[in-house]
């Protein structure tokens, strides 16, 4: 970390937080004593830049004259620079060291230092057929590898302040979750499985909010009775168990691969090991 960036942190704790309580641990002394430090690390030299809170007050007073059509403005999904406090506002706009990166700078990025993305989160947004309608470019996008997809995804999505992703180190195999895995064990993320199931009507489909952006997951005829015995405990054999005794093997297979397919996309529905591995 920086000086600048350190500087930011320690003026404007994000999150934000009431300074007052780092009363107790904040100590001026030797060797954070300012003065001692211009002195003894920067021998007098170090140019004192415009102090930082002068800058807030300045970006606070140049935020509330914007005129209707600058992005910040226009954009209502950006607002911590309104109702994050200094704290947000700093982090959004005044951050000491910031760097925005596509899709093909953030893997660029990762190579260069022998890491690979097992998944970028979530994988939905990465996929540009989340975003495109015209068949024929859904069709030349599907064709694309899977990089060249994730950046195509990124241009008409206009959501993306972020990236998240989980890495591996390249030279390293790695081998994703296997679906078809009846050992593992499914795991609903932010959802209740059979409040869930109870909410959704025959062929409805899944309504996401991908920030303000609405997109839709197939729901399969056997995805409620699915859903309503995911508990993050049962394994996947025992869940699709019944609902195969009901609707025969072939369907429920089918549908399951329908529903974790969709789910897992939106970063809803995952897998994980049993006891022992």
């Known amino acids: ?11 404007y704790p994000y999150p934000a937080r009431d300074a007052r309580d780092e009363a107790r641990r904040l100590v001026v002394g030797s060797p954070s004593f300012l003065a001692e430090i211009d002195h003894g690390v920067f021998g007098a030299r170090r140019d004192p830049a415009l102090p930082l809170p002068a800058r807030v007050e300045a970006a606070r007073r140049l935020v509330r004259t914007l005129p209707a059509t600058h992005w910040l403005a226009r954009n209502r999904l950006i607002t911590d620079h309104l109702d994050g406090g200094d704290a947000g506002l700093v982090d959004l706009l005044l951050r000491g060291r910031d760097r925005p990166y596509t899709v093909p700078a953030f893997r660029s990025l990762l ?10 989160v979530e994988p939905v947004r990465y996929d540009p057929l989340t975003w495109l309608t015209d068949p024929r470019l859904r069709e030349r996008a599907a ?7 994730e950046a195509l995804a990124e241009a008409p999505s206009g959501t993306m302040a972020t990236h998240i992703a989980y890495l591996r180190r390249a030279a390293e ?25 109870a909410s959704l009507s025959l062929g409805q489909r899944i309504a996401l909010d991908l920030d303000g952006v609405r997109a839709q997951i ?3 005829p056997l995805g409620p009775a699915i859903l309503a ?17 009901k609707a025969g093997a072939e369907r429920a297979w089918r549908d399951w691969r329908a529903l974790s397919a969709g789910l897992n996309a939106a970063n809803k529905l995952l897998l ?3 006891p022992g591995g």
């Open 1 to 11: 970390m920086d000086d600048a960036v350190a500087a930011q942190y320690e003026a």
């Open 111 to 120: 190579a260069a230092v022998g890491l690979v993305p097992t998944v970028l």
């Open 143 to 149: 064709a694309l590898p899977k990089a060249e997809r």
């Open 173 to 197: 195999p790695w081998t994703p979750p296997d679906p078809e895995d009846a050992t593992r064990i499914p795991v609903l993320r932010d959802l209740d499985g059979p409040a869930f199931a």
């Open 218 to 220: 197939a729901s399969p």
């Open 229 to 245: 015995r995911i508990d993050g405990r049962a394994s996947l054999g025992a869940v699709l168990e019944p609902v195969a005794a």
């Open 272 to 274: 994980a090991a049993p």
